[in-house]
Every structure is written in C-alpha cells, then in structure tokens.
C-alpha cells in the first residue's frame, strides 16, 4: 500500500466504497473510553461527520460515554468492513463540537429521535419499558407544536486522530498496514508500514 499525503482522504474513499457494499450501516464505529479507574469501555457509535479537524459522533452527555469522555479527553475507535476485507483503527484527543454543529445535526435528525433525546435518561437504570414509554409520551406532547430544540446535555464529540491506521486482509495473513502518527493536529504526519 503506498501512503497517500492525507490520511483523511484515505478514510474518505474507504468510506465511500464501504456504503456501496456494506449491508448496513458502513459509518459505525466501535469507541473505546476509559472509566475513572482506566477500565476500557467499548461500544458500537455511528459515525456522522469527518473532515481534517477528525471524526464526529453524538450523545447524551449524562450517558456513561459522555461522562467518561468528559472526564478524560481521549478515545479510540475502529471501522470494520467486512465486505472489504478491511478496517482503520483511530486514536486520538477529544473535544466537544461547536453548538451550531450540534444543533445543525440535532435538527437533522428524525422527529422521534430527538423527542426520545429527551426522553431517554441513557445508561441509567430503567425501572420497567413503560416508564421509557411514558417519557416519550410527555415530550411529545411538550414538543407538539414546532421544532424541537437540542437538550443542552446532548451534543457531539470530535476526535482529532494523532494514530490512524489502514488495515488491509491479504491472503496467508500478510496483511498492509499502513500507520500515520503525528504528535499534534498542527503536526505533519509521517508514516509506516507495520509487519502483520
């Protein structure tokens, strides 16, 4: 695999051709966090934004994502595409988006999906399904007229990659891998090849 100049571009056209042979959903990532004793924590996001400042997703702050990434300002992150044969693997420094990012892709979203951003009190204990239920019902009747505003504890992290790696299966697990590092967002990248 030969370096291109911009990791970034890379992703761009990896990213492409995964939606066109993905099954579902080609922008999810798996985000790893770390709680307040350093115990990794992963789950599945869905990719919403990227560019050269880095990669975007949202949430609830008060999730048990948010917190920990409000507490401590880094993450990881990985694609798989399976239907490729390939995955990129991220790490890097988070910060919070701007609030007109947010609010742009809040006001994006499906009505029932931000009504249940209100709704949902994510990663805290659920008594019963019909107290969800019963939430949803008394935003939705709040928000029944007009558009319905970002609660101010939902909004989107950034990660600015100081590691992005191409991955890429070849036959009798001699795979590429191609790595980009650099020290800073203002730094230059340099790179290299890693054995499998």
Avoid: C
């Amino acid at each position: 695999m030969t370096p291109a100049a911009d990791p970034f571009a890379l992703f761009s056209a990896w990213l492409k051709q995964a939606e066109a042979s993905e099954p579902n959903d080609a922008n999810a990532m798996a985000l790893a966090t770390a709680d307040t004793d350093g115990l990794p924590n992963v789950r599945m996001v869905l990719l919403k934004d990227h560019d050269a400042r880095g990669f975007v997703f949202y949430t609830n702050f008060e999730s048990q994502k948010g917190t920990e990434l409000l507490a401590n300002r880094q993450a990881a992150a990985v694609f798989h595409w399976k239907s490729l044969r390939r995955q990129v693997r991220i790490r890097g420094a988070v910060s919070v988006v701007s609030d007109a990012e947010a609010d742009a892709y809040f006001a994006s979203r499906a009505r029932d999906s931000r009504i249940g951003a209100w709704a949902s009190q994510q990663s805290r204990p659920l008594e019963g399904r019909f107290a969800l239920e019963a939430a949803v019902a008394k935003y939705a009747a709040r928000h029944a007229i007009g558009e319905v505003p970002r609660p101010p504890y939902w909004s989107g992290f950034r990660i600015a990659p100081s590691y992005i790696e191409f991955w890429t299966d070849k036959p009798f697990r001699l795979h590429e891998r191609l790595v980009y590092r650099r020290a800073d967002a203002a730094a230059p990248w340099a790179t290299e090849q890693l054995y499998p």
